[in-house]
């Protein structure tokens, strides 16, 4: 994005305070000189690998959570987003100011198609990020911030975003970005629902892959899979097949990793409710969801979820057993073609005609690569039912606590 630097403070060479040379003894001088000590301290940082530092923290300004909280009550029923700002610091993400996205139907026309609304979104993003930086605010995308219900957000369209943010901004300027996502719904239950994700290395790495390997596929060299090769005795050299590579599949809990958040104030404001404690004492730690017994409403739409993610998950296993079922199909037909093809090349060189490549005919419709489905819908589906379950197990623990509780005191009474 254009808008990298723009919240970058870039020293001036102006700057006319003097500073001591370093001291260079006459040997080291007479011997290497400044030339070549700088030729070897830069062969040095070449060699050197680059220093990558993972991101163990997101610290989240105080204020930067107000808006995003006040602009996700807003918004309901529908769900929104925003971009995030701020810069990382070794280790840590640190979002210090934030500004919401319009919403889809706020360009002149809502009946224009989805890609004017994609450019009218940009554009607003631009014109925001340069209006950051003329008033001299932090405008450096890390990211951005999107509301939820009841935990659902794992998609692909989310996962194909994340991988853009990710794949241009650590590459292109090594600023590291992640998403925020906030639940308003479980948090009027009286727990702040505020979790942060990046794409795993070991996903970004398959992603990648798999997108490169879409890109670059030679269209003369047919791919075969380990099975034909290994039943046709494998492979005759003549360059007109080779073995397909097998990209290693992973588990549903590979995809995401959490990223633990710390709410972070300005000195001034943390004074400030420390004086609000002092004055107010226990006014202030007022937890009227402890006396909250009902459970019924919010397992029940965990449980609707829950089923519907499920039913999701048999449909496309059948997709993928039907699709396998396809696949064994055509690798038989491949086998059988490349038989007949070796043994009509004994014939032909028996003849002394010359011989026909046997391995694969790249016009032969049953060589044509065939596009498998991806199989991330499932991994995320996988992904969504764990969220469910762990959802339902938090919430069944202290719901059963209270429950014991409060029949142990009606018991008393």
């Not at 942060?196 to 070991?202: E, I």
């Not at 004492?281 to 499920?310: A, M, Q």
Request: hydrophobic content about 35%; charged content about 25%.
């Amino acid at each position: 994005m254009e808008g990298r630097g723009w919240g970058m403070s870039v020293g001036s060479s102006s700057n006319t305070g003097t500073y001591a040379a370093p001291q260079v003894s006459h040997e080291a001088a007479s011997s290497s000189g400044p030339k070549s000590s700088l030729a070897t301290l830069a062969e040095k940082l070449e060699a050197a690998p680059p220093k990558v530092n993972r991101i163990e923290t997101i610290k989240v300004d105080g204020l930067v959570l107000l808006k995003i909280i006040k602009h996700c009550t807003e918004s309901l029923p529908e769900l929104c987003t925003g971009s995030l700002l701020g810069m990382d610091v070794e280790s840590t993400l640190e979002v210090t100011n934030s500004f919401p996205f319009p919403e889809s139907g706020s360009a002149d026309n809502e009946n224009d198609d989805d890609a004017e609304k994609e450019s009218f979104g940009t554009k607003y993003q631009f014109e925001m990020l340069k209006l950051l930086r003329d008033v001299n605010v932090d405008c450096n995308p890390v990211g951005w911030y999107r509301s939820t219900y009841m935990g659902s957000f794992c998609t692909s369209e989310l996962v194909e975003y994340l991988y853009q943010y990710q794949d241009q901004f650590d590459k292109a300027s090594c600023q590291k970005s992640a998403v925020l996502i906030y639940d308003p719904f479980q948090t009027k239950k009286g727990n702040l629902a505020l979790k942060a994700y990046r794409l795993s290395d070991a996903f970004m790495k398959m992603f990648r892959e798999r997108k490169e390997g879409v890109k670059g596929k030679p269209g003369n060299v047919v791919k075969l899979s380990a099975n034909v090769v290994s039943a046709v005795g494998g492979l005759k050299g003549d360059g007109s097949a080779t073995i397909s590579s097998v990209v290693s599949e992973l588990s549903a809990e590979e995809i995401f990793e959490e990223i633990p958040i710390e709410i972070t104030n300005s000195n001034l404001f943390t004074v400030l409710i420390e004086d609000f404690k002092e004055r107010n004492g226990g006014k202030l730690d007022v937890d009227f969801d402890r006396l909250n017994l009902s459970t019924n409403p919010y397992l029940e739409k965990n449980f609707e979820f829950l089923i519907e993610e499920v039913d999701n998950l048999v449909n496309e296993q059948q997709k993928m057993q039907a699709e396998q079922r396809r696949t064994a199909k055509i690798e038989q037909e491949q086998i059988k073609w490349i038989q007949q093809r070796r043994l009509e090349n004994k014939a032909r060189e028996e003849r002394g005609e010359p011989l026909l490549p046997e391995d694969a005919d790249p016009s032969n419709p049953i060589f044509k690569p065939s596009t498998q489905s991806s199989r991330l819908e499932s991994l995320l589906i996988r992904k969504q039912i764990n969220i469910y379950c762990d959802q339902i197990n938090k919430f069944t623990g202290s719901g059963f606590s209270k429950m014991y509780l409060a029949s142990a005191i009606q018991g008393d009474e």
